[in-house]
T-cell receptor, first 111, second 114 residues
């Protein structure tokens, strides 16, 4: 089945720790995106990538990093510099002028 | 900057009633508009995609209209069912961005009561 897979579903981070969220797609989409969702707020763009080995900052990139070594994969690292990382993280992919498809999300909690 | 607004933020209807969800955007220069559904704790599920050249798009009980000149889209869900309870989000793809950074509204939370 074609789609986007995010893992893990739940993630707990200790203070000062870096954690990495996985996002894999088999839709052959060129573009991939990471969004953050907080209660009562719309989705906010963290990073996006239009092609392998290239990515751009979105609206709230501080404290996050990404890589795009393969077309299918776009992992997001939440670094210790992100002071308020507790949120729901969503990965998406799309082709040129096609629908955007989303994964099932990762809920990150600071403990 | 493109801004997307969804009003109301929450809506409750009895089963069987038709649902009407509104989405407005400030800049009419868009490639397309997409409607999504989100269940609690889940990702977004795509419902309909309307290209800027289209006036409406239909899928089963769902119908979405687009009036680009007035910056509005409406999602109609006929004969609502309790399973339609979810948050509905709209997103526009501005023409100013070549690779489709979608701009989202905050969503309308819908409850359909049996």
């Amino acid at each position: 089945d074609g789609g986007i897979t995010q893992s893990p579903k739940y993630l707990f981070r200790k203070e000062g720790q870096n954690v990495t969220l996985s996002c894999e797609q088999n839709l052959n989409h060129d573009a991939m995106y990471w969004y953050r969702q907080d209660p009562g707020q719309g989705l906010r763009l963290i990073y996006y990538s239009q092609i392998v080995n290239d990515f751009q900052k979105g609206d709230i990139a501080e404290g996050y990093s990404v890589s795009r070594e393969k077309k299918e994969s776009f992992p997001l690292t939440v670094t210790s510099a992100q002071k308020n990382p507790t949120a729901f993280y969503l990965c998406a992919s799309k082709g040129w002028n096609t629908e955007a498809f989303f994964g099932q999300g990762t809920r990150l909690t600071v403990v | 900057k493109q801004e997307v607004t969804q009003i109301p933020a929450a809506l409750s209807v009895p089963e069987g009633e038709n649902l009407v969800l509104n989405c407005s955007f400030t800049d009419s220069a868009i490639y397309n508009l997409q409607w999504f559904r989100q269940d609690p704790g889940k990702g977004l599920t795509s419902l309909l995609l309307i290209q800027s050249s289209q006036r409406e798009q239909t899928s089963g009980r769902l119908n979405a209209s687009l009036d680009k000149s007035s910056g509005r889209s409406t999602l109609y869900i006929a004969a609502s069912q309790p399973g339609d309870s979810a948050t509905y989000l709209c997103a526009v793809r501005p023409r100013a961005d070549s690779w489709g950074k979608l701009q989202f509204g905050a969503g309308t939370q819908v409850v359909v009561t049996p």
